[in-house]
């Protein structure tokens, strides 16, 4: 009886094994055989496949080749310097092409019409594609990275916390944040020989950007929230790291000097957003209040701990609010900051745009503190202020690509597209593309915006700066009011100009940064 068993179970382990071992062998080395033949039968090309790598060997030659290149100062024309693997693929295979970040397949989608098809399905036919590990430690497992109804239920409970009036409550919030930093700018200034400073205002900002979201996210308890985001920013060095190269699955669990810090630096971001958690628990306000844990975003989430009647579908567990309070941090800090950073730099190679812009901030609100509705105000179409951040979105976008996964076989344009394969979308060169822009389409040309987004480009979803569709970003209202709250401030009491040293070097870290920062020469507009 004992050796029936006992053969039963080998043979069990022996199918385990050879369907384990047929699986690798199709994602290894039969799907990218059978998925190249395919593309290629409908016209669609690219670098070859490697076995493991894929095509990871060509990027990483050409980005670091792309690193040592300084651009002039005057140029926009970052494509090659970004994401030069795309811009050597596209010369050489064409608009649509096939690529292999390892194993997995990409295929390039750079026309922004088959873009908005593939953004705007609604029924869950491209998704978010599953991220490696890293990421999603870095990122957390918040509404960036889900799909389907547990999407839907993620955006409906955490929507109310971007409601118009909430917003205008965060904007005393942005410009308190704000008055504190441009205050010890003009102190140095004081202090300074000729009343100028010189500052690194990307680092700068990624410090305000941090603050603003801490102090808007957590509200009074913004300095424990500081702590976790510290430690969250830390955590983005190792992670990017990790991103980069091939991932081996199971990876993630063994005790490397690079797993073992990310490990201690989730534990410490995690630690502290459940103190806040647990504090904000403890004081709760009774008595019927809409938002019994405050009303800034982590008390609009913990409101949907306790379900009224009319949203018990919307229930969050403690451990889902802390990980969409690191999503919240990851999505919403460095994003505004590279906005306000690449501003800067524009701007100051534009000085007619800045005092046409300072004109513009003086007549509607003087030297008074900006408000919410002054703000919206700059925000109508016509506003120079709006038309200048639009330009920067398009220009030097901190979004540089956009991905989604194929769940069923479809069908795309004149394109068969398999299950499984992922679709790229590079915003950065969808932004600068003649065919849309026109011939000007490297150019800082703010007026294009004039009458209005859908109009400035030959296709109305040009700009995808903030993507377009269902899963666009929930924080754009956010983001515009904090930059435009941020930048009339700075213009009200400051004029700046480029230091001589400024190294042109736009990169992509997760998101499009300037590799060597922004020195930016800032003199207080009364000496
Ligand atoms: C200039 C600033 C910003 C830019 C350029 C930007 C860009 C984007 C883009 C392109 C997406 C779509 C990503 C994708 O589909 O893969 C997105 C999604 C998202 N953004 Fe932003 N973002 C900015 C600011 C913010 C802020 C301030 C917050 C929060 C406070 C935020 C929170 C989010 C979240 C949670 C999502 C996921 C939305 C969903 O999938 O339902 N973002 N953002």
Known sequence: MDSVICLVLKIALAVVLVSKILQVFRIVVWRPHALTKSFKKQGVTGPPYFLLKGSLDEV?????????IILDTNSNDIFKRVI?????????????????HGTQPHLCISDPELAKQI?????GFYNKPCVNPFLQTLAGKGLLFMNGLDWVRRRRIVNPAFSLDKLKAMVKRMVACSLSMFEEWKHQAELAENNCIKIEINEEFQKLTADIIAHTAFGSSYVHGKEAFKAQRELQRWCAASNADVFI???QYLPTPSNLQIWKLDRKVKGSLSRIIESRLKSKITGGADFPYGDDLLGVMMAAIEPTQSNRNFKLQIDEILEECKTFFFAGHETTSNLLTWTMLLLSIHPEWQSKL???VLEECGMGIPDA????KLKLRSYQMNMVLLEILRLYCPAIALVREASEDMKLGNLMIPKHTRLTIPIVKIHRSKEYWGEDANEFNPLRFKGGISKAAKHPNALMGFSVGPRTCIGQNFAMLEAKAVLALILQRFSFSLSPDYKHAPT?????????????????LNM
């Open 60 to 68: 990483k030659k050409w980005k670091k080749a792309a690193r040592e």
């Open 84 to 100: 030069p693997h795309y811009y050597i693929w596209s010369l050489k295979y064409g608009e649509t092409f096939l690529f292999w």
């Open 119 to 123: 953004l705007s399905n609604k029924f």
């Open 249 to 251: 699955p199971g990876s």
């Open 358 to 360: 300072k004109e513009e």
């Open 373 to 376: 509705d002054i703000l919206a």
């Open 508 to 524: 992509d870290v997760l998101t499009l940064q300037p590799e060597h920062g922004l020195p930016i020469i800032i003199k207080p």
